[in-house]
């Protein structure tokens, strides 16, 4: 991989720019505008026709496939919104749904003819020269570009994605229609969404112009793959920056099988429920760990490897999260697990679903009405429509509204959510997803965790031994998890300064409180107790000390008697 990073110039999404480039020409967006209505009034008048005959059952998937031919007839712009409502169970009934899956990846092509000046024009150079192969037609068609299969001189097997013709002109005039529709729309429309629906449609372009500057794909590629460096279970493609441009993107080229494509993942020896926790793991290390999330994670954009091993691919439509966000996705997680509705409510108000000054008790009891039943059904019984229809509902009820960013989570993780079922409609991803969480918080990499582990097992200043027990015997269940480690890391924490809080709280409960004696101590006792035989709590003991110098321990040492 080549370490020089071609940079682009500045190409982002300016929605006054737009409007001023249009405003002078307006004769192109009344043509375009006359266009998208023509479109949609005939699509629209069959609807009520057949609803006035009463022929809706027996034409819906015939409605349903003229809605995705009408949308891939008015191009890129709206091919996008599809593919977005595809991943809305909420807002589109599942006949269109099904549909407007398609558009991930059926979509026509554009001649190769073209493409390969493209690629000439962009990488400077005649296509025999860069290329010793390159497929005559592209392998595979989406909504921004289409990949060609080819080979280096150098002999590295590549993948060649080119940009559609055109593009940014397309986009520009569809975002700036879009947006006046929006912001005429806006006060007619019943909807809460704590903003109007503008900032939605500038939201949606700042990411449609982020995804078509594959320059700006390329970096995000190679950040991903550092952030997965040393997992042995994700694959990222190669980048190779010779030959990449703002239109044009080479990369390694994956050899594998979609992960819906279950036959040839079962054919080639792999275990697709396998495959499930690599994408729902991997999903979680993305929002949790490095903030950094792959926010369109579809069927066309994974692939199970014959090694194992899941490949990501197309990395143009990311996005980043805060550490207070992170911090408070766990929390918001622990509190749902453990059924904690009026703490969860705080974590709405911290991640911006709802606002400071709104008062959060009446909302607990609604939130248990909607997540009550949520943690022991499987995917198949209980998924993200039923979330979000109940949703819906208490949007109206109480004003719940959906930061941007977290758009693309949900959307993200309805996707991961429908591929999971594709694969096995048993399949249940809070046996995956919490004892990832329970992992994370017991051996507790960095201070912050600690410090959620702390507020996990300590209520109202008690030390809550069901809840440490709950975390170990869930945290178990991923064949990774060992509570040695996890106990010479609390070992060592003890001793630290920063465990002062902990080791006052410990010697009350080991002093004052009588629930020491009761059956939830005995029962967290024989859970670990295998575990933490004579000779291994010794190996802990004298890890946990090694870590400290003789000094370092003779300061600690007053500190723990000072403090208790």
């Given at each position: 991989m080549n370490s020089q990073v071609p940079t682009s110039k500045n190409r982002n999404y300016d929605s006054q720019a737009i409007a001023r480039h249009y405003r002078y020409r307006p004769w192109q967006a009344w043509v375009r505008a006359i266009t998208v209505i023509w479109f949609f009034s005939g699509f629209i008048i069959?609807?009520?026709?057949?609803?006035?005959?009463?022929?809706?059952?027996?034409?819906?998937?015939?409605?349903?496939?003229?809605?995705?031919?009408?949308?891939t007839r008015l191009g890129p712009t709206f091919i996008k919104v599809g593919q977005a409502l595809s991943t809305r169970p909420d807002l589109i009934r599942q006949d269109f749904l099904?549909?407007?899956?398609?558009?991930?990846?059926?979509?026509?092509?554009?001649?190769?003819?073209?493409?390969?000046?493209?690629?000439?024009?962009?990488?400077?150079?005649?296509?025999?020269?860069?290329?010793?192969?390159?497929?005559?037609?592209?392998?595979?068609?989406?909504?921004?570009?289409?990949?060609?299969?080819?080979?280096?001189?150098?002999?590295?097997?590549?993948?060649?994605?080119?940009?559609?013709?055109?593009?940014?002109?397309?986009?520009?005039?569809?975002?700036?229609?879009?947006?006046w529709a929006a912001g005429w729309l806006t006060p007619w429309l019943p909807l809460n969404l704590g903003h109007d629906l503008t900032m939605i449609v500038d939201e949606f372009g700042t990411k449609l112009f982020e995804e078509i500057d594959y320059l700006n794909e390329a970096s995000n590629a190679e950040k991903f793959a550092e952030n997965f460096r040393n997992s042995s279970q994700v694959k990222v493609p190669a980048i190779y920056w010779r030959y990449t441009s703002y239109r044009v993107l080479t990369l390694e080229w994956i050899n594998g099988f979609k992960l819906t494509d279950t036959a040839s993942i079962r054919a080639s020896g792999l275990d697709p429920e396998e495959i499930i926790k690599i994408g729902v793991t991997s999903g979680l290390q993305q929002l949790l760990e490095h903030g950094f999330f792959h926010a369109d994670p579809h069927p066309g954009n994974l692939f199970a490897m014959p090694d194992g091993r899941m490949a990501y691919i197309d990395f143009g439509m990311m996005d980043q999260l805060e550490e207070s966000n992170k911090e408070s996705l766990v929390d918001a997680i622990v509190h749902l697990v453990n059924k904690e509705y009026d703490e969860l409510a705080e974590d709405y108000v911290k991640l911006g679903f709802l606002t400071p000054d709104i008062d959060i008790r009446p909302i607990a009891p609604a939130l248990e009405r909607v997540w009550g039943n949520a943690i022991g059904k499987n995917v198949g019984d209980f998924n993200f429509k039923t979330i979000t229809d109940e949703y819906s509902k208490l949007m109206y009820e109480f004003p719940f509204r959906v930061p941007a960013k977290f758009a693309l989570i949900i959307?993200?993780?309805?996707?991961?959510?429908?591929?999971a079922l594709s694969l096995n409609r048993e399949f249940k991803i809070i046996e995956i997803a919490y004892p990832y969480i329970a992992k994370r918080l017991l051996t507790g990499e960095s201070p912050e965790l600690r410090r959620r582990l702390l507020n996990v097992l300590f209520k109202d200043g008690r030390f809550q031994w069901q809840r440490l027990e709950n975390l170990i015997e869930i945290a178990r269940t991923d064949s990774s998890f060992d509570v040695l480690p996890t106990a010479q890391l609390g070992l060592q924490f003890l001793l630290s300064d920063e465990g002062k809080f902990l080791r006052r709280q410990l010697l009350i409960a080991l002093t004052e409180d009588d629930r020491l004696h009761t059956a939830e101590v005995e029962s967290l006792w024989n859970l670990i107790k295998e575990d933490l035989k004579p000779a291994r709590l010794l190996d802990v003991a004298f890890g946990a000390l090694a870590d400290f110098s003789r000094e370092g321990f003779a300061a600690v040492l007053p500190s723990f008697t000072a403090n208790n």
């Open positions: 069959n609807l009520k026709l057949d609803e006035w005959r009463g022929l809706s059952e027996q034409n819906k998937f015939k409605r349903a496939s003229e809605l995705r031919q009408l949308l099904n549909e407007l899956v398609k558009l991930q990846d059926q979509l026509p092509a554009f001649d190769s003819e073209l493409a390969y000046k493209i690629i000439s024009s962009e990488l400077g150079s005649p296509i025999s020269e860069i290329f010793s192969e390159l497929s005559p037609q592209p392998v595979a068609a989406a909504s921004l570009g289409q990949v060609y299969r080819g080979r280096l001189h150098s002999g590295e097997e590549v993948a060649v994605k080119v940009q559609r013709p055109n593009l940014r002109p397309v986009l520009s005039l569809d975002l700036y229609l879009m947006r959307r993200s993780l309805i996707t991961q959510e429908g591929i």
